[in-house]
């Protein structure tokens, strides 16, 4: 009698019985940006134009591997080397933030040669005839953790608001995450809205959503961090910006030095709380006292009010 034949599925897709299952150990998540990034999986990143989206994870991704940190608080104890893909701004403004935050952290010409930073500059491209290019570049360099930036530049004029737009794209971008742990920045919609613009289909490939918005507090840029994971937990942060002065041939101009973690209450929880403590100011007072947009305030009015009527 000959043997049952192997089946044409992959050994990883067996089902598990749940008894298998029951009886297994608990594993934590395999992270590589502790409480941001496990290995395997994907984290989507929007906010509006120049939200410092690009900035702030240039800055994450240097300190990842200088100092084994993410913005001075989320561990990266594991990282060796980090590969950022930028498909938007020009070499010449990418490089110079590098050289800023290299400087932030105290790091010099020739002491770098074993730093696994590495930043590719690629400009546009279609990720869909691309696709091959992209893993080739991603499985040469090895590295532990991937920034995209961003979505828009490899989209060669799909709709990404249409499914049918966006099935291709979403499914490299899925196989990329089990590749590398993988970090995809975007833009948000203009109304207000904190999420990442396009398809919400999209939001379902990755295992952490975070939205960022910019600030101005006392002179100094802030930017509140919203987010959530499938894992149940919630992020709610502010990063601050340190910036410096630099003198180029006579002309003073201010460079980006680093981006670190402050922790401050939820820009929803300030927000609401103003709407209850002053129900008479109108909306732009409360933007500003906020530090947010007009339209985000309008947005909380409503959960404000119901709050007030269960008071």
Same mark, same amino acid.
């Given at each position: 009698m000959s043997d049952k034949p192997a089946p044409s599925y992959p050994a990883s897709w067996r089902p598990s019985l749940l008894n298998e299952i029951l009886h297994r150990a608990y594993e934590p998540p395999p992270w590589i940006l502790e409480d941001l990034l496990p290995h395997g999986a994907g984290l989507l990143c929007s906010g509006l134009?120049?939200?410092?989206?690009?900035?702030?994870?240039?800055?994450?991704a240097i300190e990842s591997v200088a100092k084994h940190t993410v913005w001075g608080k989320f561990s990266a104890a594991g990282v060796k080397r980090v590969l950022y893909i930028e498909t938007e701004d020009p070499r010449w403004l990418v490089e110079?933030?590098?050289?800023?935050?290299?400087?932030?952290?105290?790091l010099k010409p020739g002491e770098l040669e074993n730093l696994g930073f590495g930043l590719a500059v690629t400009g546009p491209f279609d990720i869909t005839t691309h696709q091959v290019a992209l893993l080739e570049l991603v499985k040469d360099f090895k590295p532990d953790w991937a920034v995209l930036s961003t979505l828009q530049g490899l989209l060669r004029g799909r709709d990404w608001k249409e499914q049918k737009d966006m099935s291709d794209v979403n499914a490299i971008l899925v196989q990329l995450q089990r590749i590398v742990p993988l970090v995809v920045l975007t833009h948000s919609p203009r109304d207000g809205q904190r999420r990442a613009a396009g398809t919400i289909?999209?939001?379902?490939?990755?295992?952490?959503?975070?939205?960022?918005e910019k600030s101005v507090r006392n002179g100094q840029?802030?930017?509140?961090v919203?987010?959530?994971?499938?894992?149940?937990?919630?992020?709610?942060?502010?990063l601050?910006?340190?910036?410096?002065?630099?003198?180029?041939?006579?002309?003073?101009?201010?460079? $980006? /030095?680093?981006?670190?973690? !402050?922790?401050?209450?939820?820009?929803?929880?300030?927000?609401i709380d103003a709407l209850l403590q002053h129900q008479t100011a109108d909306t732009s007072a409360i933007a500003l006292m906020c530090g947010c947009s007009e339209s985000? $305030? /309008?947005?909380?009015?409503? !959960?404000?009010?119901?709050?007030r009527d269960l008071m």
């Open positions: 134009p120049h939200s410092t989206k690009s900035l702030s994870w240039l800055a994450a110079d933030r590098a050289r800023g935050i290299a400087q932030g952290f105290g289909t999209q939001d379902a490939n990755y295992l952490t959503l975070m939205h960022l840029t802030i930017i509140n919203e987010g959530d994971s499938k894992m149940g937990s919630e992020l709610n942060f502010d601050r910006i340190e910036v410096a002065e630099v003198n180029d041939a006579g002309k003073m101009r201010t460079q $980006v /030095r680093s981006v670190n973690y !402050e922790y401050q209450a939820s820009k929803r929880e300030l927000v985000y $305030v /309008r947005t909380l009015k409503k !959960e404000a009010k119901l709050k």
